[in-house]
């Protein structure tokens, strides 16, 4: 069926550096993509989101790429933080469907 | 603003018995889904509603069910608890359908 999927499960990082998560997806009708972040315990916070006609947005040290071409989503963090240590889950939704998420791609960020 | 809020927390239940989980949106929300996760299976839509009436459903069987109220709060039953349920189970609401989903913080539910 449908799915939504990541590259990498795991990644780690220096303080500093910059992180980008990839996500692949694979239903040319979503046009609403999500990211997530997830810290233990806790509910999925919103980080940013990017619609189809749209290729790139910018929020506050964040960015989404989003290329339709070859149905592939990122998002890069820039100067990577301890705090940004999480589970990052990306999700795509067709216009009417529901949301579907992907595994999910753990940060960690050394100091 | 107040975020999603669910209650109850955390809860232990007995194979068999049956459960609900309650779900207040952002003011002003009128969409309300509800997904269950887990370690093996991950973040699994379960149902979504708008306007007190069930716009999509997933691939969960009839022991999953939800409502939703004319204040769009919204719960969902599951009933005949089997030790797979445990799960985390989490809420999420938006403005409208189709607009950015924010979640609670979930209802841990552990069958014993």
């Known amino acids: 069926g449908e799915s939504v999927g990541l590259h990498l499960p795991t990644l780690s990082v220096q303080e500093g550096d910059n992180s980008i998560i990839n996500c692949a997806y694979s239903n040319s009708a979503s046009d609403y993509f999500i990211w997530y972040k997830q810290e233990s315990g806790k509910g999925p916070q919103f980080i940013i989101d990017?619609?189809?006609?749209?290729d790139k947005r910018q929020g506050q040290r964040v960015t989404v790429l989003l290329n339709k071409t070859v149905k592939h989503l990122s998002l890069q963090i820039a100067a990577t933080q301890p705090g940004d240590s999480a589970v990052y889950f990306c999700?795509?939704?067709?216009?009417?469907?529901?949301?579907?998420f992907g595994q999910g791609t753990e940060l960690s960020v050394k100091p | 603003k107040a975020g999603v809020t669910q209650t109850p927390r955390y809860l232990i239940k007995t194979r068999g018995q049956q459960v609900t989980l309650s779900c207040s949106p952002i003011?002003?929300?009128?969409?309300v889904s509800w997904y269950q996760q887990t370690p093996g299976q991950g973040l699994q839509f379960l149902f979504e509603y708008f306007s007190e009436t069930q716009r999509n459903k997933g691939n969960f069987p009839g022991r999953f069910s939800g409502r939703q109220f004319s204040n769009s709060r919204s719960e969902m039953n599951v009933s005949t608890l089997e030790l797979g349920d445990s799960a985390l189970y989490l809420c999420?609401?938006?403005?409208?359908?189709?607009?950015?989903?924010?979640f609670g913080e979930g209802s841990w539910l552990t069958v014993v």
């Open positions: 999700a795509e939704k067709p216009e009417g469907g529901k949301l579907i």
């Open positions: 990017i619609r189809s006609n749209m």
């Open positions: 003011s002003g929300h009128r969409s």
């Open positions: 999420a609401s938006s403005l409208v359908l189709g607009n950015t989903i924010y």
